[in-house]
């Protein structure tokens, strides 16, 4: 179904971001029909150019980011026509009455953020003096949103000078992944699930998101950052939210958010013991060599985590006693995402000894192989007697569901459209980014104040050994990198 005209403005439209993930989704969008032709894609940045410049930037990142779409001949000519650019001064006065005259009235207007937190004001400020914002104007503000909860309560004061939260868009790309959809489809959709979703029939619950790529030309801000704030303040941290939230009344944001907040507040704070961190050592890789962590960020005595593994509780009704146990890092043997809700074995067997049988285990893969299993034990077949063995009763999408199944649309698709209807559902709200801060900080601060330094694992590998250790301790092993 195709969404109203707009008129979208990406700042910092000549980005990596713009490059990789924002043009390609609009052009796949466009390709499937959901932007009506009278939409118009603004790039705005520092750089010069002029329309065609930026045309033949767009039609180069649409290439290398969005190949073997099935797009017909033609198609791409005609997405690049919706497309101009202006040469702005996010700090000064030039190219925004420039700007101001490309747009026009009576579309919905959304204006994309793909720049630095620093520019945020700056953004705000013109889009108001220019007239150009409006009052259903809509703002896309991408992570990191603040480095600690300090620095994310000023952006969001800041924002909140001129735009009102329901016009603000603040993206987590986990939440537009087809799975993580999925996810509350699945504990929302079937009665199964729900009566045995609690710590009475949970055992514990792990989330990996496991990466084989290192920081790559990132370097600069990851060594800033770490895999605390890169990814577990955020993307692991939505994941946990919407496996521990309640059902909410009804699929609307302020409903689905105000039930992802109250999980957040009831997290534990985490105890040092209950924490490992790592950071990637050199190793040769089939192309060749791969640099530590240290020589990728230029930083020789860096102290900053490119993995963390953790355990941690919800403290409510429904979740006391269940460790949630997560961990994510880069250069790791495979590239990975996985939830696991482990759930408590029976409580008596009737078939004596049971090898080759485990409790039930509910699968959620978010990538690759997108899809939900859900492991059970049945007879081995033949008249061997009674043996019992694990299947999975398999949701990979790609079989269920055939093509749609198996390319799913990228997060940003989903999530640059819900801006375009003004969906806030898979966007967090301010009060959310704060409590995943408050919630970090302290254990920030703790490694600051003990001088902590990570754990070196190889590349290629599992992680470092004292997670394993951290799982192992509590009689349970980790899944999911395999
Ligand atoms: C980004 C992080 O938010 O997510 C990156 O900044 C990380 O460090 C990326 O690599 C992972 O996203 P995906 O969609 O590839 O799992």
Redesign the pocket.
Known sequence: IPVDPFDLVIFGGTGDLARRKILPALFRRYCAGQIPSEARIVGAARAEYDDAGYRDFAAEAIREFAPGRTCEDGTLGQFLERLSYVTIDARGDTGWEDLASKLQPGRVRAFYFSVGPGLFGDLADRLHKWGVADADSRIVVE?PFGHDLASARALNHTLAAHFHESQIYRID?YLGKETVQNLMAVRFGNMLFEPLWNAQYVDHIQIT?A?T?GVGGRGEYYDTAGAMR??MQN?LMQLLCLIAMEPPARFEPDAVRDEKLKVIRALDEVLPHHIVRGQYDAAKGAEGDYPSYREAVGNPRSKTESYIALKTHVSNWRWAGTPFYLRTGKRLKARS?VISVMFKDTPHSIFGAEAGRHANVLTIRL?PNEGITLQVTIKEPGPGGMRLVDVPLDMTFAEALGPEGSDPPDAYERLIMDVIRGNQTLFMRGDEVEAAWAWTDPIIAGWVRRGEVPKPYDSGSVGPGDADLLIQRDGREWRGIV
Do not use: F, G
């Open positions: 992570k790309h998101v990466e790529v890169d990814m993307h995402s990538q």
